[in-house]
């Protein structure tokens, strides 16, 4: 079994179905390993290893939802707007902005992180993975997003100040060593910001399996191929279809993105 992310669940499900979880073989998870996964699997867990791993993360707090409004309240003291997000959620799923002006409606129960505001100018991330020789960097990229949600990603990385690449990297070789320490095997990732004064800032660590993993692996078999490949079916409006660039160069990925545009438009017209 390939489960996206180590989940007790899953892994009981395995145990019932009398199947190894991969890559994990007959020896099977050990009970430390879940527990590292689902903690950093969480914004106050990947938070709180930051501070010992020496990675930057974003000025703000965690709480219960029945002190959100009070610690809300609390930050805007000091800072002009704030960002909401729930404790464990993905794909910019139950995050809200809140001002002075609009401290907002607060949601009693779950976990929450309440963060700085930061004036993003780019939002990236790095991908590696655990082998049983050891932590190794797979990939980063740049992230397009609306609303807080990635809707594609650009690989490799360009168009960024030497030292984000190079903090990237960094963090991702200490946070797989620390994976490897506990036991875990399997693909990681952070995602991060830069501001606009070019600081690079962790917003969270993906102990999973993420909505880049499976393209990258659709990529890497077809490396030696410049194309388009759409890849599942359309998504939930109805309207969007994902779709995969496989280029030599970003020059290269521009123009077959660009005659893709051009034809979907060109179908769309009575």
């Not at 029945?66 to 800072?79: C, K």
Request: include cysteine; charged fraction near 20%.
């Amino acid at each position: 079994m390939l489960p996206i992310a180590l989940d007790v669940p899953a892994v009981e499900l395995a145990a019932r179905l009398g199947v190894p979880v991969a890559p994990y073989g007959p020896c099977g998870v050990a009970p430390g390993t879940q527990d590292i996964t689902y903690r950093l699997n969480t914004k106050s867990g990947s938070r709180a290893l930051a501070a010992d791993l020496d990675i930057r993360v974003p000025l703000g707090l965690c709480c219960e939802g029945g002190e959100l409004g009070t610690m809300v309240a609390a930050m805007l003291v000091g800072h002009e707007r704030l960002v909401v997000k729930a404790n464990r959620a993905a794909g910019g799923y139950r995050l809200c902005r809140v001002t002075r002006a609009d401290p907002g409606p607060h949601p009693q129960s779950g976990q929450w992180v309440v963060e700085q505001y930061l004036g993003v100018v780019r939002s990236v991330s790095v991908q590696g993975e655990v082998l049983e020789s050891g932590p190794r960097l797979a990939f980063s990229g740049g992230m397009r997003t609306a609303d807080a949600a990635c809707t594609g990603y650009d690989s490799p990385l360009t168009a960024c100040p030497d030292g984000v690449g190079k903090d990237l990297d960094r963090w991702a070789s200490v946070l797989g060593r620390h994976l490897a320490a506990h036991g875990y095997r399997g693909t990681f990732g952070i995602d991060a910001v830069m501001d606009s004064q070019c600081r690079l800032l962790a917003t969270e660590s993906n102990v999973r399996r993420t909505a880049t993993t499976t393209p990258h692996a659709m990529v890497d078999r077809l490396r030696r191929t410049a194309g388009l490949v759409l890849y599942r079916e359309p998504a939930h409006d109805e309207r969007s279809i994902p779709y995969a660039v496989l280029a030599p160069d970003p020059r290269r990925a521009a123009e077959l993105e660009a005659r893709l545009r051009d034809v979907m438009q060109s179908d769309a017209r009575p």
